[in-house]
Each structure stands twice: as structure tokens, then as C-alpha cells.
């Protein structure tokens, strides 16, 4: 019976992993418009308490978000387009400009006799880093060109996140009334921890990848005026992903530093190092609070699930839903099944004591 039941839980969670990997689109536009819905909603709170409609607290506070994602791109998208694009051309004048050193590389090597062929190695290494790096842009781009791009996420997006907004405690009220009424109390403290600890995570993570994007931006204007914007963007985007988003980040003024004089790379080795010195012991504690509560260890193999699953997209949800299973995991398991077990073992010591005295 038991081998029965494990199989059917077995075969769901399966099936469930099959459906949720056919519509991954639309969970992802669900997904967008929960973030910016988590993004709005004490705004929305805010002007409701006081006698706004929730229909027009929704409604501004969405006309607000979205004028001023438009001042944004039109002030960003200009630049950062220029700097691609000239980027892009001088990324062979920066190739060249490595000769020198490279051959110089090359003499000390041959010099070295050592007793394999290090050139031929070093091309099949450098090939292969070229060939995966055009691949991982190539999905990449073909992901967030998929997303974004599509014509009905531009549509689909507000109305979701409208009825996020204003019609979401109804939604959340018809919801509790499919619960049994014995297990209801349970079912919105658990969901209450969730939602409290999901949306502390992408209100404070947004904040950071702001504030993150700003001081790369600002930091990336020494060595590389004409690039700062484009690498402040990266940092920016990536500072969502914790621990391996930082990462990403320096790889793009990494690479043009090692074709620029040294203390260009110099420079961009110790700003990072500074940049995540102070948002580790300064910024995160002050925007964050506190942390989601998760070993790094557990956050980065968090971080390899997601990937694996669902490329850069899964690494972006894997934090969210390891703070999810963290929280069941506490309530369910250290709340509950742990309180239990204790009551029993100390109702089975007192019964033991009791007998003692007794005899």
C-alpha cells in the first residue's frame, strides 16, 4: 500500500514537472507580473488605506511604474545601443592590440620545451571558450528575445499584473474557501510566511540591482567612459542571481581590461573587489535586513538546479523557491513533526518518573 501510494505521488510530481516544462511561457508571464505586482503592492496598500478604491490605487500605481520604465529606456537605450555598437567594432582593435603580448607568450613557452604541445592545447582551449560563450549568448538572447519580444507579453503582462493588484485579496479570499475549513488556519499561516518571505526577497533584490547597476556604472566611468553604461547594466541584471550574478558581471570588463593597458585590469580587478566587499558588509545588510535565511552551499546548488532545468530563467526563480521550501520545510517539519515528537518523548519521560515514584 505504502509502495503504492509513493508510486502514485511518483507519477503526479512527474507529470506535474512534464506540464510545467510545456507551458514555462506562460508561467513566465505569470511570473513578471507577480514580481512587479510584489514590486507595487505596499504602494497599493498605502493609497488604499486611505479610501483610494483598489481599482485606482492599481491602476496609478501601475501608470506610474510604467512612466517610469519609459523615461528610463528612452534615456538609457540611446547610449547603451552607441556603446554596443561601437563595442562591436572595436572589439578586433582591442584583439590586435594583444599580439605582442601573445607572441611574446608564445616565445616563453617554445623556450620552456615542455613536453607537450602548449599552443595547440592553448587554440583547442580558446576555440572552445569562443564556440560555448556564442552559444550561451546565442540562448540567451534567443530566450530574452522570445519573452520579451512577443508581442502578447506586452499585453498580457499589465492585465495580469492589474488584477494582481486590484482584485487580489478576492482572488486570495476564493481561494481559502476550496480549503477545508479545519485546515484553513494552517494553509494562510503558511501562505502568509511565504508571501511575506518571497516578497522581502524581490523588493530587496530589485533595490540592490539598482543600486548595484548605479555604482558599476559609476565606478566603470575611469578605465572605460564609452562602456560604463553597458557594463552598469549587466551588473545590474545579474545582481539578481546572488553569488554567481557578481560573477557574470565582471566578465565583460574583465575581457576589454585584458586588452588595455594593465592598470586598466588592475583597476577592474580591485573596483570589484571593492563593490562586493561593500555590498556584502554594507549594502545588503542595510537593503536586505536580513538574509533569506539559506547556506550558501544550499543557495548555490539551488542556483545549479534551476539552471539545469531552466537556464538563466531557472537561476533567477531557484532562490524564490528554495525561500518556499525552506519555509514549509520549517513549519511543517521543525513546527510541527518536531514539536510532536518532543511532546511524546517528554510525556513518555514524565510516565517513566511517575513510575518511579510510585514504586
Same mark, same amino acid.
Given at each position: ?213 548605479? %555604482?558599476?556604472?559609476?565606478?566603470? %566611468? ?123 518523548? %517528554? ?13
Amino acid at each position: 500500500m505504502k509502495f503504492r501510494t509513493a508510486l502514485l505521488w511518483a507519477l503526479a510530481a512527474g507529470a506535474l514537472f512534464v506540464f510545467v516544462f510545456k507551458v514555462r511561457t506562460v508561467i513566465g508571464y505569470f511570473a513578471a507580473a507577480g514580481v512587479l505586482a510584489y514590486l507595487l503592492d505596499p504602494a497599493v496598500m498605502w493609497l488604499s488605506k486611505r479610501r483610494i478604491p483598489l481599482w485606482a490605487a492599481a491602476l496609478g500605481s501601475f501608470a506610474i511604474l510604467a512612466g517610469l520604465l519609459t523615461l528610463i529606456i528612452a534615456l538609457a537605450a540611446p547610449p547603451a545601443i552607441n556603446q554596443f555598437k561601437e563595442l562591436g567594432e572595436r572589439l578586433p582593435e582591442y584583439i590586435e592590440s594583444a599580439g605582442p603580448t601573445f607572441e611574446q607568450a608564445k616565445a616563453a613557452v617554445k623556450a620552456a620545451d615542455l613536453p607537450f604541445d602548449a599552443e595547440s592545447i592553448a587554440k583547442d582551449a580558446a576555440e572552445s571558450v569562443k564556440n560555448k560563450a556564442a552559444e550561451t549568448a546565442a540562448q540567451i538572447l534567443k530566450s530574452v528575445s522570445g519573452f520579451f519580444g512577443a508581442m502578447a507579453a506586452l499585453v498580457i503582462i499589465p492585465i495580469l499584473l492589474f488584477y494582481f493588484l486590484a482584485d487580489g485579496q478576492r482572488l486570495w479570499k476564493s481561494v481559502v474557501l476550496y480549503i477545508p475549513p479545519a485546515y484553513r488556519p494552517e494553509f494562510e499561516s503558511v501562505m502568509s510566511r511565504i508571501n511575506t518571505a518571497i516578497g522581502g526577497f524581490i523588493r530587496s533584490q530589485l533595490k540592490l540591482c539598482l543600486i548595484m547597476g548605479i %555604482m558599476t556604472t559609476v565606478t566603470m %566611468m575611469i578605465p572605460f567612459p564609452k562602456y560604463a553604461l553597458i557594463f552598469g547594466l549587466i551588473a545590474g541584471i545579474t545582481e539578481f542571481i546572488p553569488y554567481v550574478g557578481p560573477i557574470l558581471a565582471l566578465l565583460a570588463p574583465l575581457a576589454i581590461a585584458c586588452f588595455s593597458p594593465v592598470w586598466k585590469l588592475i583597476y577592474v580587478l580591485i573596483a570589484f573587489l571593492v563593490l562586493q566587499f561593500l555590498e556584502g558588509n554594507v549594502i545588503a545588510p542595510k537593503v536586505i535586513g536580513k538574509d533569506v535565511g539559506l547556506h550558501p552551499a544550499v543557495i548555490i546548488f539551488a542556483l545549479m538546479c534551476g539552471g539545469q532545468v531552466a537556464g538563466l530563467a531557472g537561476m533567477i526563480a531557484a532562490i524564490p523557491v528554495a525561500v518556499i521550501l525552506k519555509v514549509l520545510w520549517q513549519y511543517f517539519y521543525v513546527e510541527k513533526y518536531l514539536a510532536i515528537a518532543e511532546g511524546k518523548q %517528554m510525556s513518555s519521560s514524565e510516565q517513566v518518573v511517575k513510575q518511579a515514584g510510585n514504586d
